[in-house]
């Protein structure tokens, strides 16, 4: 064991870098490098026995035996190079040689030795390369020709004698020449056993590789079909690895994916590069008493696919198909969407905030010069010689800015307390129709001279509802306010009141100017001001509708804006008559950016 163990050291440290990490080339190097080292070491420890025995070789016996040195020289290429193949080639140019030469010596074609030519692509044929076998069996095919024809000729050298009879020259090359090759014929099957033995282990790491991975591996045809998957698969999707084989997984593959999924796999088929794909797959999800499913889930997964014998070129290689490992990325799919959610989120504040300061900038310095520029000229009216009527419509002025101001600032603070959810409103029985007539009688004088009719129609037998009347008026002035300020002269403004399915809904009807498709998707908003034709025409803060919005949610109402460019608007509020859970005091939460959001008519409107 001891000298084995010395024997296989020294093998290793013969080998080439190349070949000392990779078990089947460092099994084909040491049966390449052992039997020559030993072949050699032994007839040079044989030849002084030979010395003895038959005294002074011949020239062509000591030619023989200084040959021997050739597989030395071998093993010393295949251990500095690490070229299997050319040490192959120059071991069947050495025997070929060898053969030849002592066949010229001995009787050409018919000698002894010539027998060993057929041994040349035998033992070619353990490089495991064809062209090497071509080689070496075109060269001893080269050789037994060029026996045969210096024979023919005449050209060989006449044989000197022997003691030995031709015959049993022939019987010792025979023998020695069946040895060799059941040597070779041992390594052969050695190397085969050896190769069988690393692929079977390799295939068992890899098995165990592919049975505890996280990430799925699999092989498909290029149309998509599951060839194999590995059982990762039922951990991922919550079914059995046999149910996906042939189209099975691309069923469960979401309709809109489909094309990227099989596009995909179809690519890495045609021998490119590797392709990479996210796709939804449905996932098996628990089931109802009844035995059905419920509602479908999805998960993303990320597929990354390559041709599964790049290199080759033969038909066998091209129907192995594709190779694939596929891993689930919901939550970083999750996390893009949230992030991209946020992103949207920080750009509308930011936009908010350019809107708030726009709008401001205007609605609190128009009312502010007019309060200083009128009263300046109060403070000088002896200067000014203002008349006594001057001086009350100047106090007027000043007047109507500062409730205009007060309007703006009780406005930002009302939503303000609305989306810190700090507002409070208090319900109360309280009759609607009363209420509804009072506000518009409120604004009927500002209705006749912007010249629009505005039409009551509100039912005497409307019952009560329960809720904060003074938060029930600022619903209807705004609603009827931003009807008149967006209708023009000769128009028409209605509010309508009507009980359904114990919910008073209120109908704010006009035909002005109308909102825009992509503004009406963001009324509600604050500050926001729908289109630009109208954007200072009218004024306002852009708080109108969203708090009015607010309001309506506070009292657990639903609000609707229907409108048309060039048609008109309608916009329907629903109350509940009485509150499921009444309370003293309610809160606003602050809006889901997930809800459909209202945005604000009440300064701008597309034209």
């Known amino acids: 064991m001891a000298v084995s163990n010395i024997i296989s050291e020294c093998l290793d440290a013969l080998l080439h870098p190349s070949a000392r990490y ?26 002084p026995i030979y010395l003895v025995l038959r005294g002074a070789p011949s020239a062509l016996e000591a030619l023989a035996f200084a040959w021997l040195i050739a597989p030395i020289l071998l093993s010393w290429f295949l251990s500095r190079t690490g070229r299997y193949r050319s040490a192959h080639v120059l071991s069947s140019l050495s025997l070929a040689s060898l053969i030849v030469i002592v066949a010229a010596q001995t009787g050409g074609i018919s000698s002894f030795a010539a027998i060993w030519l057929v041994l040349v692509p035998l033992e070619a044929a353990l490089s495991a390369s064809r062209r090497v076998v071509s080689f070496a069996a075109a060269l001893a095919l080269g050789c037994a020709a060029a026996l045969i024809a210096t024979g023919q000729f005449g050209w ?16 010792f090359s025979v023998a020695s020449a069946t040895l060799y090759a059941a ?46 998957i590995s059982p990762a698969v039922e951990t991922l999707l919550g079914l059995p690895a046999a149910r996906l084989a042939g189209h099975g997984l691309f069923d469960r593959v979401h309709v809109a994916d ?46 990354r696919c390559r041709p599964f014998a790049p290199g080759t070129q033969s038909s066998a290689a091209c129907e192995t198909g594709v190779v694939a490992v596929m891993r689930d990325v919901t939550d970083r799919k ?42 300046d000229m109060i403070l000088h009216e002896d200067e000014l010689m203002l008349a006594p009527e001057r001086r009350k419509e100047y106090a007027q002025l000043i007047n109507d800015s500062g409730q205009h101001l007060l309007s703006v600032v009780n406005g930002i603070l009302d939503m303000s307390k609305m989306e ?77 009141a009507a009980v359904e399915a114990a919910r008073l809904v209120l109908r704010v009807r006009d035909n002005g100017v109308g909102i825009a498709a992509e503004d009406l998707k963001r009324i509600g908003d604050p500050f926001f001001q729908a289109g630009k034709t109208y954007q200072r025409r009218h004024e306002g803060t852009g708080l109108g509708l969203s708090i009015v919005k607010s309001l309506v949610g506070l009292h657990g109402g639903k609000i609707d804006v229907t409108s ?44």
Not at 24 to 30: C, D, G, P, V
Not at 220 to 225: D, I, L, Y
Not at 264 to 291: I, K, M
Not at 479 to 495: D, P, Q, Y
């Open 22 to 47: 990779d078990a089947l080339a460092s099994a084909r190097h040491r049966a390449f490098i052992a039997p020559r080292l030993l072949g050699s070491l032994v007839a040079f420890a044989a030849f």
């Open 156 to 171: 060989l050298p006449t044989p000197t004698g022997a003691d030995v009879s031709h015959g049993t020259l022939m019987a």
């Open 183 to 228: 040597g070779l014929a041992f390594g052969a099957e050695s190397l085969a056993r050896t190769s069988d033995t690393l692929l079977s282990v390799e295939e068992e790491r890899y098995r165990l590789l592919a049975l505890h991975m996280s990430d799925v591996i699999s092989r498909h045809s290029r149309n998509g079909a599951v060839q194999f």
């Open 258 to 303: 489909r094309p990227a999924y099989l596009k995909a796999l179809s690519d890495a088929g045609l021998g490119g590069e590797g392709r990479s794909v996210e796709f939804r797959v449905r996932r098996e999800v628990a089931r109802d008493d009844r035995g059905r499913p419920t509602a479908p889930e999805f998960i993303w997964l990320e597929m």
């Open 334 to 375: 999750l996390q893009e969407q949230a992030l991209e959610q946020a992103r949207a989120e920080a750009s509308r504040a930011d936009a908010s905030k350019s809107r708030f300061l726009a709008t401001m900038s205007h609605e609190l310095r128009t009312p502010l010069n007019a309060i200083i520029g009128f009263s």
């Open 420 to 496: 810190s959810g700090n507002f409070e409103i208090v319900p109360e029985p309280f009759a609607p129709r009363p209420a509804l007539l009072n506000c518009c009688n409120l604004l009927a004088l500002k209705a006749r001279e912007n010249g629009i009719e505005l039409v009551t129609r509100a039912p005497e037998d409307l019952p009560e509802i329960v809720g904060d009347a003074r938060a029930f008026k600022q619903i209807l002035l705004n609603l009827v306010s931003n009807a008149i300020k967006f209708t023009e002269r000769g128009g028409t403004v209605s509010v309508e």
């Open 564 to 607: 048309e460019v060039d048609r008109g608007t309608i916009v329907t509020i629903s109350l509940p008559l009485a509150p499921s859970a009444p309370c003293n005091v309610t809160t606003l939460q602050p809006p889901q950016p997930a809800e459909p959001q209202l945005q604000d008519y009440q300064v701008k409107k597309s034209a």
